[in-house]
């Protein structure tokens, strides 16, 4: 139990712990359309997917849809107040703060969703290995995973910015280890509780190769769980992106990023609150949205 | 043997921890010869000069041994970019974020075990449901969003509370704290989001088993089971968690003090890191890692001495 970080201790409270649960249904149960409906019948889960359905069209509109060049700055209309040309205002330098809020999440939803994919993909194949084979290659593994979890995660996150150096993209990296140990506990805790099931016990009695126990028995099994917690990990990473972005770690000044931009505009918040709060209201919609997805689908896939 | 594991395990993370720290930190370009000569950093000799006099011309093993020996002894080095001993330049910060961090716990601790044992009791109930999803929103946020917009609201629009701390590096603790509660305010609610939740689960649990059924057949209050048998059940795995989210949450300060401009141990290390001042990461980072790995440690003791069915599982 002393091996838990944050988002561990915060997926704890959305879904029971992997351990725990008998083997879980899988989405070859229900379709995906199911999954959904179930998961938009609850308020938290409708809500997650009407921002993250919200997000995912910006994301992909952005260029498009942005009534001003995010970049342009204009001296004459330094910190203006919402208006119909600048529905959001503008910032310090007069630049359009719908267009930079609209833009402003590409960077760090690329970045953290290439991280946690490579978080959750590695995470698994480590964690699901450590799982079959066990032994001495499970117990390195678990105190080397340990030995990550113990690092406060801004400070990891600090250092490892700094040795891929690069830019944010050197970031993701940095990311997909940091997050990828929370993945491998996870993985490997759901794949220990499959294996001791009677159907893998079935499978081994019936003779069937490691590699078929492996994919057709175990993978679809703990899937559910792993997508789920994948989901948490990217809010999480998210969460970690914009502090990086907004200690100055993450993404360069005059690209628009909402962790920097309520970095710019937080000393004139009390003259032009718009510059900051539009930002914020984006990034916490987005991660809001992310977590209350993958709450609802934990419970909708029974657990 | 619980505890001997636990021991081991974290002694390993401290070292893994200095490693990565020691190796990540020396692999940066750039160190605080070309930081501090600037455009003399052009000529070789200048920049050869200066690496001797600051003993970082020699090969990355040899320092990380001499490093580690001084480590082990206490000695922490000297700052580069400040030219004073490192242990004197963290000292007051150190202080500084301690004061924040214990003020933040001694606020949290109560305020989680009151609100998570009234969610227990009112289990299901509008307040038990909005208790949950406003401290879900706060700890799934980011620490700068929260402390912003805290800003915004009692600085700002209320003006109730100062937006940032104007306190010198060393002011005596009465007069840093008026000037602190906003952040306190922010540190602690974080700290209640991820405690609150333990404290319901495990009152409820608490309430449910057997014992407490037992008591409540013998004729016993409810109030009397609620805090004479539920609650001491409960407490010690929550103060595990809280003593672990304090842990954690030593990442978190970093961010908390900027916002604020509260001159603690993080505010130093973004500085150190910006200054490649070197000795002073690796220091902090060390200050760092052992405060998380005695508060886990802490964490582990307090489970295993106020609960002896974990001293006895057998692993």
Redesign the interface.
Known sequence: MADRDIFAEASYHFSAPAQASSPVNTFSDRSLWKLLRAIVHKPAGAIGVLFVLFHAIVVLTGPWIIPHDPLAQDPRTILAAPSWAHPFGTDLLGRDVLSRTIVGGRIAIAITAIGALLAVVGGAVAGITAAMRGGLLDAIMMRLVEAIGALPYLLFLLLLANFFTGGAYALIPALGIFYGTAVVRVSRAAALSVASSDFVAAARVRGERSSTILFREILPNVLGVIVVDGAIRWAGMLLGFSSLSFLGFGVAPPTPDWGLMISDARNVMAIAPWATLWPCAALASLILGVIFLADGAGKALGR | MTLLR?LF??M??????LC??FF??E???GDACTTFLDQDAQDPELLHNCRVKLGIDQPIPIRFAKWAEALLHGDLGTSVARDRPVAEVVAPHLRNTFLLAILAASVAFPVSIVLGVLAAVWRGTAFDIGMS?FF??A???????IA??L??IFA?SLQWLP?ITVVATGAPILEVLPNIILPVAVLSLVMVA?TM?VVR?RVIEAMQSDFVETSRLRGLSFQRVLLGHALPSALPPTL??IA??L??????V??IE??FNYPGLGTL??QA?HDRDMPLVQAV?VI??LT??SL?LL??LI?TLLDPRIARRAD
């Open positions: 636990a395990s974290r390993l993370s401290l070292v893994v921890v990565v720290c990540a930190l692999a940066l370009p999803a879900l929103v700890m799934t946020l980011p620490e700068f969003l912003t917009v800003i915004f700002i937006a991820h939740q689960t595990n968690v672990l989210s842990a954690s949450l030593l990442g978190g970093v961010v900027r916002v290390t973004l890191i980072v760092f890692a998380y790995v886990s964490a582990d489970s």
